[in-house]
């Protein structure tokens, strides 16, 4: 049988052997107790953190933190539903508008006369023209539907649908 001698294989006395051995025994002990010391801090952190602020459970405070936040969603999903109803209403409203001012008759000034279009998303809506005289004010009302009217439109009519659709610009303000 053949017998492995450490010392002699390493060219070592014992002593030095011991003395290695020693330090590296020493260096483990010094190892394990950092790691310790960290295993506690990280216990006492995680405690902490289990326990929270007035000793209520983790398990508490994400089931308040879940009801929250099906709270949230539900307000969302309201204000989803509302907005969606002003947009639908908004596209009904009027948001288009032409305007033309003018003279209905030759002996009146004053561009007292005009003709008001207004349109919703759709081009949808209405003419109002108003013809101002001596005699009083005539109002006269046209409905619109697709950017188009059923009857004739005078010039003035005409220009303030072309206006409220975007097609012509709108009559520079008159001069004082």
Same mark, same amino acid.
């Given at each position: 049988?053949?017998?492995?001698?450490?010392?002699?294989?390493?060219?070592?006395?014992?002593?030095?052997?011991?003395? =290695?051995?020693?330090?590296? =025994?020493?260096?483990?002990?010094?190892?394990?107790?950092?790691?310790?010391?960290?295993?506690?801090?990280?216990?006492?952190?995680?405690?902490?953190?289990?326990?929270?602020?007035?000793?209520?459970?983790?398990?508490? =405070?994400?089931?308040?933190?879940?009801? $929250?936040?099906?709270?949230?969603?539900?307000?969302?999903?309201?204000?989803?539903?509302?907005? $969606?109803?002003?947009?639908?209403?908004?596209?009904?409203?009027?948001?288009?508008?032409?305007?033309?001012?003018?003279?209905?008759?030759?002996?009146?000034?004053?561009?007292?006369?005009?003709?008001?279009?207004?349109?919703?998303?759709?081009?949808?809506?209405?003419?109002?023209?108003?013809?101002?005289?001596?005699?009083?004010?005539?109002?006269?009302?046209?409905?619109?539907?697709?950017?188009?009217?059923?009857?004739?439109?005078?010039?003035?009519?005409? $220009?303030?649908?072309?206006?409220?659709?975007?097609?012509?610009?709108? $009559?520079?303000?008159?001069?004082?």
């Amino acid at each position: 049988m053949y017998e492995i001698n450490l010392p002699d294989l390493l060219g070592l006395s014992y002593d030095y052997l011991i003395m =290695i051995l020693a330090a590296l =025994i020493v260096v483990l002990i010094i190892i394990m107790i950092v790691n310790t010391a960290k295993t506690s801090r990280m216990k006492k952190s995680y405690r902490a953190f289990m326990e929270g602020k007035d000793m209520k459970s983790m398990e508490e =405070i994400l089931m308040k933190k879940f009801e $929250q936040v099906d709270k949230a969603v539900a307000v969302t999903d309201k204000n989803t539903e509302e907005v $969606q109803n002003i947009l639908e209403t908004l596209n009904k409203t009027f948001m288009k508008v032409g305007m033309v001012k003018y003279d209905a008759f030759n002996e009146m000034g004053g561009k007292l006369s005009f003709s008001l279009a207004l349109l919703n998303k759709a081009n949808d809506g209405f003419i109002i023209n108003a013809m101002h005289s001596r005699e009083g004010c005539y109002t006269y009302i046209k409905e619109i539907v697709n950017g188009n009217s059923y009857l004739v439109l005078s010039d003035e009519e005409a $220009q303030a649908l072309s206006i409220a659709k975007g097609e012509a610009k709108p $009559q520079p303000p008159e001069e004082s």
